[in-house]
């Protein structure tokens, strides 16, 4: 059996998460995929508008690429966060714009420099010289764990749930009946646990 091309490899779970990003977006209001829903305000809109500056600082700067996008929220004098979240003048499709110009930018950078191919990031310090490889494998990390919030909020939502389109990666046979008794087996788990506990330590 041939080996897969590692380049491939990183690049094809790479797309799968900023594919499920966007997919999670639709079909939603203009408040619910903005609203908060954690304490420190993570919300659908606002992951996307941070992988996207994401996917341009890490393929676009830090190989001496850049990608001629001003991204007036990462400028120095900005507010801390506002990266985050989305104003009501941004529109949802000026936000979605951006991230699909960021994925076609770090798609040409993948696509033209070899895996070992030297960049820089400034924003790590002595830790900043790296390889394309390495920028590779930590975007990864970074966007498929937005990707599990992204799964997070839009469950919080309206209940809708998967991994892809066209596959949820959830038991088949599982109706919402069935979801509701697993939930409360769950809470019941966790309220006997915790009983346990303060018994225990009493």
């Known amino acids: ?16 998460a900023l594919n499920a990003i966007e997919w999670k977006l639709e079909g939603l209001s203009e408040y619910d995929v903005r ?6 305000g993570t919300n659908l809109l606002g992951l996307a508008k941070h992988v996207a500056g994401v ?13 001629d996008i001003a991204l007036p929220w990462l400028a120095e004098d900005a507010e801390p966060n506002a990266d ?21 930018h770090a798609a040409a950078t993948i696509e ?24 590779l494998v930590h975007t990864l990390a970074e966007v498929q764990r937005h990707a599990g919030h992204v799964d997070i909020i839009r469950e919080l939502i309206d209940g809708k749930v998967g991994l892809r389109r066209g596959g949820s990666n959830l038991p088949a046979e599982m109706g919402e009946d069935d979801w509701a008794a697993h939930r409360k087996r769950v809470e019941d788990a966790a309220v006997e646990a915790h009983a346990r506990a303060e018994l225990g330590g009493s």
């Open 1 to 16: 059996m041939k080996p897969n091309d590692p380049k491939d490899d990183l690049r094809r779970y790479l797309d799968a």
């Open 35 to 40: 609203r908060p829903l954690t304490p420190t």
């Open 55 to 67: 996917m341009l600082g890490y393929f676009g700067d830090c190989f001496e690429r850049p990608a």
């Open 84 to 104: 985050s979240w989305v104003t009501a003048e941004e529109s949802r499709e000026e936000i979605l714009e951006l991230y699909r110009r960021a994925r076609a």
């Open 112 to 135: 033209e420099l070899p895996l070992d191919a030297r960049g820089r990031v400034p924003w790590w310090g002595e830790q900043g010289d790296v390889t394309l490889q390495r920028i």
